[in-house]
């Protein structure tokens, strides 16, 4: 496992100091007057420094787990040189030396299509289930014996559809609220099982638990059950699992379970092909390969994903030889590790970018629901996407990179989800990852990485080593403070899925953060004191900052306009803030923005502060237009911001002298032709 670290840690970051030191402080920077020979010294050194690397790399073996400290040791010297590069180039923008930035464009391709990421080994294994799920129809109540789940149909039948994956823990009371959660129930209860109660109460609902594995704790099944009998007659569980015990411990006296067979050979090897030989027609095909998939698809036990997975491997590979090589490995799948093996060796195939971009994913809990936007935002602050010397914007980078995993079913389960934003009918691409590829991830990142779900009982539970965290206990905050009151945080990532009720303390110890996400939920009004601690704003290399639906809160730290590394802003759902702070024209790699509140007062942005964010896209509301006079109203320039799709305009009030200005204002106010959707309130 070090070699594979060494080639997703230590290989990525020297190659990005090399492009960071060129590019930002070589290139992009006039050099220093005596500094010329420092200059020179750098753009020899820095690529025979990677030359270095890349010849170790080619010589890897096998070395002991005790190395894998040692490698996160030089990865994290190497994100200190960073940070010092970082802080290098804010100082040369304090002596005004000239930046050349790279524009930023918005990620709306993949609102609009995510059509482009083609599912095909799902629906091959789909066709060739038929007969099998007419046998596993036959388990359920008579009367449902002629529907399929996924059918249409089945609405008729089943007044409730409820669906949850469960993996290894197989808690009842977190199970119960994810599956009330999870499946949009609107009930109320004292506790989750109590809602899970009132949600089926009466009614005749198909569960599904999908993928359980805990069979050591029958009372906890029986527990569950206890809730579940409330339902109508005709109600059924349906539970996945691909352990015996499993089956037999759940199913009890009720009707038998069904064996799901491996997939038959023929239909293997048309997943092999699908991937194998993607780039060509089929005419192409060399048929000395052709000829081997056969023996390929022998090594996949019948599994989808191997195939996919095996079958993306050997896309890259153009000879017999090459074939063979790979066929020659005699882990590829066996009775001990199942198809761990043939994931791992897709894993390593991958570019070490996208090893990294993919190991990355490992914070997130299994079966999470991943939001693409947002991963690809998160990927970009942590310097997961590398530069493009053809000048490919960094989110078009992470769309590919994106898509490229996806076809190699490292994301699956992608599809757009509708929403509402302001009244407005939107779409947002989500995925999942199947849990033996999230091993995959967990294994690359050790400790790294972490989702936690419940509070550690000692403070050595906690994963002191993590960078990207993802916390959905109660009470975050507290957590997050008694744990950084005597260390420091070494946190690049943080998202809280649970609100937070009071301040964040210790923020300078945060220096590390690239992204901080602290959620609100939208029936809670006590999210956040009532003001953002000034604090934050020496958070100098965040990227991404979501404030979403922080109800209480009502003021912004008067420092942001020093987060120049500040990329996306979410404020909407904050109806208490009234303004935004002063200068915020200097944030011009703001490309998200998603509320501008228009102050009455001095000392905050008027609207015309807009003017410079040129590369605003996605959605905007302006709140409190009240405020805006004609002049400050056409210094926005909406007119040229081309990547704005949605725009709300909000009136909430205002004398007859504003009034009378309104027109004038909305005038000043007028976007681009291409607008998809322009709303007015007052």
């Known amino acids: 496992?070090?070699?594979?670290?060494?080639?997703?840690?230590?290989?990525?970051?020297?190659?990005?100091?090399?492009?960071?030191?060129?590019?930002?402080?070589?290139?992009?920077?006039?050099?220093?007057?005596?500094?010329?020979?420092q200059h020179e010294f750098l753009k020899r050194k820095l690529p025979a420094?990677?030359?270095v690397i890349a010849d170790a790399e080619e010589q890897r073996h096998p070395r002991e787990k005790g190395r894998r400290l040692g490698w996160r040791g030089m990865g994290n010297k190497s994100r200190m040189i960073l940070q010092e590069l970082d802080v290098l180039i804010a100082e040369m923008n304090a002596f005004r030396f000239k930046f050349r930035p790279e524009a930023p464009v918005p990620i709306n391709y993949l609102r609009q299509n995510s059509a482009d990421i083609i599912d095909d080994p799902m629906k091959i294994a789909s066709r060739s289930r038929d007969g099998e799920?007419?046998?596993?129809?036959?388990?359920?109540?008579?009367?449902?014996?002629?529907?399929?789940?996924?059918?249409?149909?089945?609405?008729?039948?089943?007044q409730l559809r409820l669906w949850v994956c469960v993996s290894d823990n197989f808690d009842v009371d977190s199970l119960a609220e994810r599956i009330v959660k999870e499946n949009g129930c609107q009930v109320s209860g004292n506790s989750a099982l109590d809602k899970l109660q009132n949600a089926i109460s009466g009614k005749r609902y198909l569960l599904v638990l999908d993928d359980v594995w805990n069979r050591d704790e029958a009372h906890k099944w029986e527990k569950l059950k206890s809730y579940l009998q409330h339902g109508g007659s005709g109600s059924s569980v349906l539970t996945t699992t691909r352990d015996q015990a499993v089956a037999q411990l759940m199913m009890g006296t009720t009707k038998g379970s069904y064996g799901l067979e491996s997939l038959g050979e023929k239909f293997i090897e048309e997943i092999v092909k699908s991937k194998a030989f993607s780039s060509k027609q089929e005419k192409d095909w060399p048929r000395e390969l052709v000829n081997l998939v056969?023996?390929?698809?022998?090594?996949?036990?019948?599994?989808?994903?191997?195939?996919?997975?095996?079958?993306?491997?050997?896309?890259?590979?153009?000879?017999?030889?090459?074939?063979?090589?790979?066929?020659?490995?005699?882990?590829?799948?066996?009775?001990?590790?199942?198809?761990?093996p043939v994931?791992?060796?897709?894993?390593?195939?991958?570019?070490?970018?996208?090893?990294?971009?993919?190991?990355?994913?490992?914070?997130?809990?299994?079966?999470?629901?991943?939001?693409?936007?947002?991963l690809i935002q998160l990927w970009m602050a942590n310097g997961f996407i590398p530069e493009q010397q053809e000048e490919e914007h960094p989110e078009i980078s992470g769309k590919n990179i994106f898509i490229e995993l996806a076809s190699r079913s490292f994301f699956q389960d992608v599809k757009g989800i509708p929403f509402e934003f302001n009244d407005t009918k939107v779409s947002r691409v989500t995925c999942k990852i199947h849990d033996l590829m999230h091993d995959v991830a967990l294994d690359s990142m050790g400790k790294e990485c972490a989702a936690i779900a419940a509070q550690p009982s000692k403070s050595e539970d906690f994963p002191h080593s993590a960078r990207h965290l993802l916390l959905s206990v109660n009470e975050p905050e507290k957590f997050l403070n008694a744990f950084l009151e005597?260390?420091?945080?070494?946190?690049?990532?943080?998202?809280?899925?649970?609100?937070?009720?009071?301040?964040l303390q210790h923020l300078s110890k945060y220096s590390y953060a690239r992204a901080l996400r602290i959620?609100?939920?939208?029936?809670?009004?006590?999210?956040?004191?009532?003001?953002?601690?000034?604090?934050?704003?020496?958070?100098?290399?965040?990227?991404?900052?979501?404030?979403?639906?922080?109800?209480?809160l009502k003021r912004l730290p008067k420092g942001m306009k020093y987060m120049t590394a500040l990329r996306h802003f979410y404020t909407h759902g904050c109806p208490k803030l009234k303004s935004m702070p002063g200068d915020l024209r200097h944030l011009t790699s703001l490309q998200t923005l998603t509320c501008f509140v228009v102050g009455a007062g001095s000392g905050c942005s008027k609207v015309g502060e807009l003017g410079r964010l040129n590369?605003?896209?996605?959605?905007?509301?302006?709140?409190?237009?009240?405020?805006?006079?004609?002049?400050?109203?056409y210094a926005a320039n909406l007119r040229n911001k081309e990547k704005l799709a949605r725009l709300t305009l909000t009136w909430t009030g205002g004398d007859k002298e504003t009034q009378n200005s309104d027109k004038e204002v909305l005038e000043g106010l007028k976007p681009h032709d291409g607008l998809k959707v322009p709303r007015i309130y007052s």
């Open 1 to 37: 496992m070090a070699e594979v670290l060494a080639t997703m840690v230590v290989r990525p970051l020297v190659s990005m100091v090399k492009e960071k030191a060129s590019s930002y402080l070589l290139d992009q920077y006039q050099v220093m007057e005596g500094l010329e020979k």
């Open 49 to 51: 420094i990677l030359d």
């Open 133 to 158: 799920k007419k046998k596993v129809i036959k388990t359920l109540p008579d009367e449902a014996s002629n529907l399929v789940y996924n059918d249409p149909e089945i609405k008729k039948h089943f």
């Open 294 to 340: 056969g023996d390929v698809a022998k090594r996949c036990a019948g599994s989808p994903l191997a195939a996919t997975a095996l079958g993306s491997v050997l896309s890259t590979k153009t000879t017999v030889r090459e074939w063979k090589d790979v066929l020659r490995r005699k882990k590829i799948c066996d009775d001990r590790n199942g198809i761990l």
């Open 343 to 374: 994931l791992k060796l897709s894993y390593n195939c991958l570019p070490s970018h996208m090893r990294q971009c993919f190991a990355f994913c490992a914070m997130f809990p299994k079966d999470y629901e991943i939001d693409v936007e947002i």
């Open 486 to 503: 005597k260390r420091t945080s070494v946190i690049q990532t943080l998202i809280c899925e649970e609100d937070v009720d009071e301040d």
């Open 519 to 552: 959620k609100g939920g939208s029936t809670s009004w006590m999210m956040l004191e009532s003001e953002l601690p000034e604090n934050i704003s020496i958070l100098y290399h965040l990227q991404t900052l979501n404030l979403s639906y922080c109800q209480s």
């Open 615 to 633: 590369n605003l896209g996605g959605q905007l509301e302006l709140r409190q237009l009240e405020n805006v006079r004609e002049a400050d109203a």
